[in-house]
């Protein structure tokens, strides 16, 4: 397994969910077991001498390898969610989608301040999403935080929308 392989395994749909958008479907990667336990291995080996004791998963397909590395790492695993989905009492941030405004929350007693903080996402596109995370992150004081994707999509440049005192590594780059 190789890197060009992992990213011949994801599939890409023109125009979903609209006109213009080349969707990345992760699901084709996920369902090779050997693509699957690639990728997870090889975002747990850059992270694993960094002390990261919580790692934040963005809903939905955060969740997924999110779970996996938190398993790895032996940290944590908080999730941040949609709003209304999670049961506690919750900090909310809004930010900016292409047409319209979305939300995230994450529960208030998730983070402590000693924290070192893995945000995973499966993939960056234009950086609101993440962004939105950070700032959640933020709240709680933690020592430090990082970002991380399966996926970067370079032409879009999310990354240059991403506070820079957090480092960003993405595995595959499109
Ligand atoms: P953004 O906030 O623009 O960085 O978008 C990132 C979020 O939207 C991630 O949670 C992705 O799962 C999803 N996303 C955005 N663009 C794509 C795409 N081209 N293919 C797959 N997922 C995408």
Known sequence: ??????KKSIRNIPDYPKPGIHFKDVSTAYQNSEVFNYVAD???ERYKDFGITKVVGIES????LG?????????GFIPVRKPGKLPAKTYSQSYQLEYGIDTLEIHQDAL????VV????DLLATGGTVSAAIDLVGRFNVSKIYANF?????FLHGIQKINKSVPVWSLIHF
């Open 112 to 115: 402590e301040s000693d924290d």
């Open 61 to 64: 397909r955060g969740f997924i």
């Open 150 to 154: 399966f996926i970067e999509l370079d």
């Open 1 to 6: 397994m190789n890197l060009d392989q992992v």
């Open 42 to 44: 090889a975002i747990y």
């Open 118 to 121: 893995l945000i995973h996402d």
């Open 67 to 75: 779970g996996v590395l938190s398993n790895k790492l032996n940290a």
